[in-house]
């Protein structure tokens, strides 16, 4: 089960985010994707196995609630045919928020990793069997 961990915009810089994203859409002719998703700042993105879930959940929790509050450094923005990419500066705030994240969801994680790493796994496996072998 892939688990993504992030920071919610504030109100005003949601709307202008799904409103950039629909306009986008539209003239990309694709769907937005905040009809079911909302805008966040991506934190953690991971694979943990479901029976996991609670426990993650309650991590998740007792990280944001003694999480302050800061403000966000913006960068570049970038757009595909249904995202909004607004690159956020990586701050020292930013930074000890992933590293909360990592070190205590990490262990959840029991050995899961996402699906398109094992296609780089084998490709590496395949190089070392073959020169070893050859």
């Known amino acids: 089960m892939v688990v993504s961990c992030g920071l919610l915009l504030p109100p005003e810089q949601e709307k202008t985010a799904i409103k950039l994203s629909s306009y986008i859409a539209q003239k990309s002719g694709t769907a937005s994707i905040y009809k079911t998703n909302l805008p966040y700042v991506s934190l953690y993105e991971t694979v943990f ?34 995202y909004v990419i607004l690159w956020g500066e990586r701050t020292e705030v930013l930074a000890l928020f992933q590293r909360e994240f990592l070190h205590k969801l990490n262990p959840l994680r029991e050995g899961y990793f996402k699906e398109k790493y094992l296609s780089i796994l ?7 069997f073959f020169a070893n072998n050859i």
């Not at 084998?122 to 070392?128: F, S």
């Open 49 to 82: 196995p479901r029976r996991n879930i609670e426990k993650i959940k309650k991590v998740i929790k007792i990280i944001a609630e003694n999480m302050p509050e800061f403000l966000m450094e913006w960068g570049i923005l970038e757009t595909t045919t249904d």
């Open 122 to 128: 084998l490709a590496k496996q395949i190089c070392i």
